[in-house]
């Protein structure tokens, strides 16, 4: 007979055994694999003999690997596949689900909610399929085990609270990036080189670029504070990825003080290793936002058209948005400008950021820095 559960999850307690074979599925996004991670921590204390797998795709595999209380980090090569055209996709994501049938997991958690996570979760045939019960696309008929929403909008919560049919309760939010010494000395010789070429003692990382571009704020928004920063005696670093290069080149173009551009010359554990190392990070919503929550560097974030009431309780964190009946708008922005976005004065960015640099750090990085 087919397992089906579905209604309160506080009561309910899955007959998993003492060392279940679990796999935890969010796949990419590199912010949304940092909010789940505070599953492993809850996961590895409520069942230290289980076996503890991630499946992630390429992009955000790095964000898991190192980490200690898993066992197996399952990277799905969707975009290699991807590249070798449709017949040789369909056969080697064929290849790939009997591999993960062969592990024999007794429960899968997809944080995801979406139609490839869930395919990815019924095709590795665990008897447990656990989702939330706002899914999409379809792929809540994949699942077996439906666990509903509570008030909370922490989205770090809302992954803890797939744990409950397992018997796991948290409210241990703290997420996590592992990185090694390695990482560490390749950022602390970053460091050297921009407080050659910026000057000032005190780090910024400044975050400006993300893959949605109604999250972005202006330019010439970016190179005021900058600017501002600089003046106040400190470092600005800007932060991203090669492709952002252009974006940095023309903020930088737009100061008056000199700015070092890190963008495509750190790895992601490099770039959690250099947050970890910073006095202060200013960012928009994108991947390295949460990392440098997770790292306990404080935050300045400028946020408007993405879900932030999601992280609004992130530790160390200052929101700087306006109250748009409209925001959050996710993908789906009703104004041709990005008004939330472009409403933000820079002034009201360095109130922050200067506040942020006179208090103290929330929490330290698993590692020790030298500052």
């Known amino acids: 007979?087919?397992?089906?559960?579905?209604?309160?999850?506080?009561?309910?307690?899955?007959?998993?055994?003492?060392?279940?074979?679990?796999?935890?599925?969010?796949?990419?996004?590199?912010?949304?694999?940092?909010?789940?991670?505070?599953?492993?921590?809850?996961?590895?204390?409520?069942?230290?003999?289980?076996?503890?797998?991630?499946?992630?795709?390429?992009?955000?595999?790095?964000?898991?690997?190192?980490?200690?209380?898993?066992?197996?980090?399952?990277?799905?090569?969707?975009?290699?596949?991807?590249?070798?055209?449709?017949?040789?996709?369909?056969?080697?994501?064929?290849?790939?689900?009997?591999?993960?049938r062969e592990r024999r997991f007794d429960v899968v958690i997809d944080f995801q909610g979406l139609l490839r996570s869930a395919l990815i979760a019924r095709a590795c045939g665990a008897r447990w399929r656990i989702a939330?019960?706002?899914?999409?696309?379809?792929?809540?008929?994949?699942?077996?085990?439906?666990?509903?929403?509570?008030?909370?909008?922490?989205?770090?919560?809302?992954?803890?609270?797939l744990l409950r049919p397992l018997g796991v309760e948290s409210r241990d939010r703290r997420m996590s990036i592992w990185f090694g010494p390695e990482h560490a000395a390749a950022a602390a010789r970053l460091v050297e080189r921009a407080r050659a070429e910026a000057g000032g003692s005190r780090l910024v990382c400044l975050c400006p670029a993300t893959t949605w571009r109604h999250k972005h704020w202006r330019e010439e928004g970016w190179a005021a504070v900058a600017d501002g920063l600089s003046r106040d005696g400190a470092t600005p670093l800007f932060m991203g990825a090669g492709a952002d290069r252009p974006l940095l080149e023309r903020i930088r173009g737009r100061m008056q003080s000199p700015a070092y551009l890190a963008a495509g010359e750190t790895s992601l554990k490099e770039a959690a290793a250099l947050l970890a190392r910073a006095d202060l990070a200013i960012t928009v919503d994108t991947g390295l936002m949460h990392a440098a929550v997770a790292v306990g560097v404080p935050v300045v974030?400028?946020?408007?058209?993405?879900?932030?009431?999601?992280?609004?309780?992130?530790?160390?964190?200052?929101?700087?948005?306006?109250?748009?009946?409209?925001?959050?708008?996710?993908?789906?922005?009703?104004?041709?400008?990005?008004?939330?976005?472009?409403?933000?004065?820079p002034a009201e960015v360095l109130v922050e950021a200067r506040a942020a640099l006179a208090g103290l750090r929330t929490m330290e990085s698993g590692v020790p820095v030298e500052r």
């Open 301 to 345: 974030a400028l946020c408007g058209p993405s879900y932030w009431p999601g992280f609004q309780d992130y530790e160390g964190f200052r929101m700087v948005r306006k109250s748009y009946p409209c925001s959050p708008c996710l993908r789906h922005p009703t104004c041709a400008n990005d008004d939330c976005m472009t409403a933000i004065a």
């Open 1 to 100: 007979m087919r397992d089906t559960v579905s209604g309160s999850s506080n009561s309910l307690c899955l007959p998993v055994g003492e060392r279940p074979r679990i796999l935890l599925v969010r796949l990419s996004a590199i912010g949304d694999v940092i909010v789940a991670t505070p599953t492993i921590a809850a996961l590895r204390a409520a069942l230290p003999d289980a076996h503890l797998a991630w499946l992630v795709e390429e992009k955000a595999a790095e964000i898991v690997r190192g980490n200690p209380a898993l066992d197996e980090v399952i990277v799905w090569p969707r975009a290699a596949l991807a590249r070798q055209g449709r017949a040789r996709a369909l056969c080697g994501t064929l290849a790939f689900a009997r591999q993960l």
């Open 132 to 161: 939330s019960e706002g899914t999409r696309e379809g792929s809540a008929r994949l699942y077996n085990v439906r666990v509903p929403r509570t008030e909370d909008r922490s989205s770090r919560q809302r992954c803890l609270d």
